[in-house]
């Protein structure tokens, strides 16, 4: 395994250890799986290729809904693929210089679209009443992002992950 797969590895695992932190970090609300995991993995967009942010999201929602109890059961596999879908198209996004397409799609792909299954699987109310707390854990999720992505980026010579 060459120096640059080795990194690229290590730094994966240590930011889906960072997303476990995060899961034990709650949002209060109706759902209990709402909670401060997803930020790692929006940051790794920085240094991580895109499968591999992906990998953090789904990973991170998993450890989420482990320190949860898995309130939804089988369900959050489905939701630890739309996670890894949704980082993925946010990577691509921030790759490609859409500063501000990026933060509105991940905002209304997390807090709303992700979620929408749910109104057809368990029911239109559980539905609504899950959008506040989802919507409020994304919005702090994406603030603290907002605030330690440009103090990353200049920290972080994210080039030099990817050679």
């Known amino acids: 395994m060459n ?3 080795l990194r690229i590895i290590t730094l994966t695992a240590l930011t889906v250890a960072i997303c476990v932190i ?11 799986t709402a909670a401060l995991d997803s930020a790692p993995a929006f940051l790794s967009v920085l240094f ?12 991170g929602h998993l450890a989420t809904s482990f320190t949860s109890g ?6 959050h596999i489905m939701i630890a693929i739309e996670m ?3 980082v993925y198209i946010f990577n691509v996004l921030h790759r490609k210089g859409f500063s501000i397409i990026k933060w509105v799609f991940l905002v209304i792909t997390n807090a709303i679209i992700l979620p929408f299954p ?3 699987i368990m029911s239109p109310a559980f539905y609504f009443a ?3 707390s989802l919507l409020i854990a994304t919005i702090i999720n994406v603030m603290v992002v907002m ?3 440009p103090i990353l980026s200049k920290v972080f010579n994210h080039k030099e992950v990817m050679n």
């Open 130 to 132: 899950a959008l506040p």
């Open 22 to 32: 995060g899961s034990f970090i709650k949002v209060p609300g109706f759902i209990t």
């Open 147 to 149: 605030i330690v992505m």
């Open 70 to 75: 898995f309130p939804f059961g089988p369900f």
């Open 118 to 120: 749910f109104y057809f």
């Open 3 to 5: 120096k640059s797969k």
């Open 84 to 86: 890894f879908i949704m």
């Open 48 to 59: 991580l290729p895109p499968a591999f942010s992906g990998i953090v999201g789904g990973l």
